[in-house]
């Protein structure tokens, strides 16, 4: 039984990532659920880009070191300023959720001049925050869409229940499909599950933004996020291809 006596649970793909690695394969994904982009925004006129951050530059990210955001930051330091230098703005980050990072975006005086936002937020700050604009987004950085929620399960519990999973892979589709198809419809379910009160129009404006969110069966990015854990550490084995941490009812998909 996995966490809380549940067999089947969503996670990120870092967490998805050290499960397989440190089970030696005995959790493994079922299929991604989206794949939602990250957009590291600054308020500060003299950052265009991430070479223009210096040592007291603070970057809100929702948790330092291990958060998606600030792995994707440690990608794209490496990419700029050379392999070794990875964890080059690990001490800038600073942890604030994303309702708190917004926050500080908006307060002039405060310290925290950037942050590592995902919609809604990103659309808020760039709307609402005086000079506000985009250093890098995160398919910059990976080369495309990151997949950043996906369900898994053991191995064994896959082994022994092989049509619960078939079911949660189907229900899946079902459901990334009802979305693109009627956008509305499941906005309004949205709304109605999680209580949230921004418009339905505001919600479908943020959906139709170029580089949105993404919602596909099929893990994107994953392989170059594991070559970055392998190659700090993180990882102590290095998948020979993303099959190898997903299960056989997703080997049909084009992932990557």
């Known amino acids: 039984m996995l966490a809380g006596g549940v067999d089947i649970l969503n996670t990120g793909t870092g967490n998805l990532l050290l499960l397989w690695d ?3 394969g005995g959790v493994k994904g079922i299929a991604a659920t989206s794949a939602q982009p990250m957009t590291l925004i600054s308020r500060d006129a003299n950052i265009k880009s991430i070479k223009d951050f210096g040592p007291n530059d603070k970057i809100a990210v929702p948790t330092v070191k291990v958060s998606t955001q600030a792995i994707v930051l440690q990608i794209a330091a490496s990419e700029a300023f050379g392999a070794d230098q990875w964890s080059k703005f690990d001490p800038n980050t600073v942890q604030l959720g994303h309702p708190d990072a917004y926050v500080a975006m908006t307060n002039a005086q405060h310290e925290v001049r950037n942050h590592f936002a995902i919609p809604p937020f990103t659309f808020l700050e760039l709307k609402n925050v005086p000079g506000a604009h985009v250093v890098l987004t ?3 950085v990976m080369g ?3 997949s950043q929620a996906q ?8 082994d022994a229940n092989p ?3 078939q079911a949660v892979f189907d229900a899946t589709k079902e459901a990334q499909d009802f979305i693109r198809s009627d956008t509305r419809a499941a906005v ?3 709304k109605e599950v999680t209580g949230d009160k921004t418009s339905v129009e505001d919600l479908l404006a943020w959906l139709k933004e170029p580089g949105m969110m993404e919602w596909n069966l099929q893990p994107q990015g994953t392989m170059k996020f594991a070559a970055h854990l392998f190659k700090t ?8 291809a993303w099959t190898d941490y997903y299960l056989p009812v ?3 998909l084009k992932g990557n």
């Open 138 to 140: 995160s398919p910059d």
């Open 188 to 190: 309004e379910i949205y």
């Open 144 to 146: 495309g869409p990151l």
């Open 151 to 158: 369900f898994f399960t053991m191995t064994k519990f896959a």
């Open 22 to 24: 440190r089970t030696r």
């Open 163 to 165: 049509k619960i999973v």
């Open 233 to 240: 550490g993180t990882l102590k084995t290095m998948p020979k």
């Open 250 to 252: 997703a080997h049909e």
